[in-house]
């Protein structure tokens, strides 16, 4: 058992370290404050070739898996869970392509990610269908002109970088979408210019500003035989379970962050003749919030390490939920303990604390909330898929 970092990955985690120090905590604030795409981070992203981490070599991409994916995720969200967010979006859109998608497919989609010449969103949940995949309401009829292709109607709601989306992947119910049969679901690639898309809503966050969170409507659009991804339920499902690493990289990255300004600042805050930090108090609160990280960093890299070699179905779910539930829960839990150590101050947007306490409770949410994270370990307990004897 090895738990070092191979070299490789190592001098990755070395550069985009560089980069979020250099370029990203200085941008941080701004970015949240204006709620503007940080174009600017994108081309540095680009730049440094971190937009195809996850992608294959023979794609375009650096083929650093999900694990490299994770570690550039750390680094980046240490200063900002939007940049996190960016980084995260080049695989969400692009997982089911990779697991399920034609070759023609994945050699006409997946360079322009990696390349940074195409950017793409993963639309799933709809207004009544967020938790409740299988309640979807979006319908795909069969094209009466078209053999084997489709007309998509429907909307898709809380869509991350649905307004810079050049195309989507869309989860749509074939033939009746009162139907709760997981059979009856099925992916499809769709171009952002195709007729009848229409983005008509952007959301307003509480946090994570500066990637729109839009509305995402399809009216009758057409889509060719060439752009039908198929799957079913269990695709959208294998790929939220090889997603779950990289969620909590988020969580990890910010719960770092704002552990590590909070430190500094009550190291040289004065209060009763001694530093905030010599209170054994605090000291207490720093150790158990530093050893909740660690233990959401084994969690989530032995995620990422099982996702690359393709454990990510039914059996696995359990060791992946664990880690999303445990990294974003501490990067909430973090982020809290930051904005009391600081205090006053703490509360104040002179400080990124309070930019930490907003961004974090968007990950307990995302991809599966943190209920839906307990549902599925405690149902692998229950089947013995997680079982110590």
Same mark, same amino acid.
């Given at each position: 058992?090895?738990?070092?970092?191979?070299?490789?990955?190592?001098?990755?985690? #070395?550069?985009?370290?560089?980069?979020?120090?250099?370029?990203?905590?200085?941008?941080?604030?701004?970015?949240?404050?204006?709620?503007?795409? /940080?174009?600017?981070?994108?081309?540095?992203?680009?730049?440094?070739?971190?937009?195809?981490?996850?992608?294959?070599?023979?794609?375009? !991409?650096?083929?650093?898996?999900?694990?490299?994916?994770?570690?550039?995720?750390?680094?980046?969200?240490?200063?900002?869970?939007?940049?996190?967010?960016?980084?995260?979006?080049?695989?969400? =859109?692009?997982?089911?392509?990779? $697991?399920?998608? *034609?070759?023609?497919?994945?050699?006409?989609?997946?360079?322009? $990610?990696?390349?940074? &010449?195409?950017?793409?969103?993963?639309?799933?949940?709809?207004?009544?269908?967020?938790?409740?995949?299988?309640?979807?309401?979006?319908?795909?009829?069969?094209?009466?002109?078209?053999?084997?292709?489709?007309?998509?109607?429907?909307?898709?709601?809380?869509?991350?970088?649905?307004?810079?989306?050049?195309?989507?992947?869309?989860?749509?119910?074939?033939?009746?979408?009162?139907?709760?049969?997981?059979?009856?679901?099925?992916?499809? +690639?769709?171009?952002?210019?195709? /007729?009848?898309?229409?983005?008509?809503?952007?959301?307003?966050?509480?946090?994570?500003?500066?990637?729109?969170?839009?509305?995402?409507?399809?009216?009758? @659009?057409?889509?060719?035989?060439?752009?039908?991804?198929?799957?079913?339920?269990?695709?959208?499902?294998?790929?939220?379970?090889?997603?779950?690493?990289?969620?909590?990289?988020?969580?990890?990255?910010?719960?770092?962050?704002?552990?590590?300004?909070?430190?500094?600042?009550?190291?040289?805050? =004065?209060?009763? !003749?001694? &530093? $905030?930090?010599?209170?054994?108090?605090?000291?207490?609160? +720093?150790?158990?919030?530093?050893?909740?990280? #660690?233990?959401?960093?084994?969690? *989530?890299?032995?995620?990422?390490?099982?996702?690359?070699? !393709?454990?990510?179905?039914?059996?696995?779910?359990?060791?992946?939920?664990?880690?999303?539930?445990?990294?974003?829960?501490?990067?909430?839990?973090?982020?809290?303990?930051? @904005?009391?150590?600081?205090?006053?101050?703490?509360?104040?947007?002179?400080?990124?604390?309070?930019?930490?306490?907003?961004?974090?409770?968007?990950?307990?949410?995302?991809?599966?909330?943190?209920?839906?994270?307990?549902?599925? $370990?405690?149902?692998?307990?229950? !089947?013995?898929?997680?079982?110590?004897?």
């Amino acid at each position: 058992m090895d738990f070092e970092l191979s070299e490789e990955l190592r001098g990755l985690q #070395e550069t985009v370290r560089r980069l979020a120090q250099d370029k990203i905590k200085p941008r941080a604030r701004e970015i949240d404050t204006t709620s503007e795409y /940080p174009q600017d981070i994108f081309d540095e992203f680009k730049k440094a070739d971190l937009l195809g981490l996850c992608i294959p070599e023979e794609y375009g !991409g650096s083929g650093a898996g999900i694990m490299g994916l994770a570690l550039a995720i750390e680094e980046v969200t240490k200063y900002s869970n939007v940049l996190g967010l960016m980084l995260l979006l080049t695989r969400l =859109p692009t997982g089911p392509i990779m $697991i399920a998608g *034609t070759e023609e497919q994945k050699q006409r989609y997946l360079p322009g $990610i990696a390349n940074g &010449t195409r950017r793409s969103a993963f639309c799933l949940s709809e207004p009544g269908a967020g938790s409740d995949v299988a309640g979807m309401q979006t319908r795909a009829a069969e094209d009466p002109d078209v053999k084997d292709g489709y007309i998509l109607n429907g909307t898709k709601c809380w869509i991350s970088g649905g307004m810079q989306a050049d195309w989507f992947i869309v989860f749509a119910k074939l033939g009746d979408p009162t139907s709760r049969l997981h059979s009856d679901i099925c992916g499809f +690639i769709v171009d952002g210019d195709t /007729p009848g898309v229409s983005r008509p809503r952007v959301d307003k966050k509480m946090g994570v500003k500066g990637i729109d969170t839009a509305e995402i409507h399809f009216d009758n @659009v057409k889509v060719a035989p060439n752009n039908v991804l198929g799957g079913s339920f269990s695709l959208i499902m294998q790929s939220l379970n090889a997603m779950r690493p990289i969620v909590a990289a988020r969580g990890i990255g910010l719960a770092e962050g704002a552990l590590m300004y909070a430190t500094e600042y009550v190291k040289n805050r =004065p209060a009763f !003749g001694k &530093t $905030i930090a010599e209170f054994q108090g605090i000291q207490w609160e +720093i150790a158990k919030c530093a050893t909740e990280i #660690e233990a959401a960093r084994l969690l *989530t890299y032995r995620a990422a390490w099982l996702a690359d070699q !393709g454990k990510f179905s039914k059996e696995y779910v359990p060791m992946l939920s664990m880690c999303k539930y445990y990294a974003s829960e501490v990067a909430v839990k973090a982020s809290g303990l930051a @904005v009391q150590m600081l205090g006053a101050a703490g509360y104040m947007e002179e400080h990124p604390t309070e930019l930490y306490y907003r961004d974090a409770r968007q990950l307990t949410i995302v991809e599966g909330t943190s209920q839906v994270q307990l549902g599925l $370990i405690g149902k692998g307990v229950l !089947g013995h898929d997680l079982w110590w004897d």
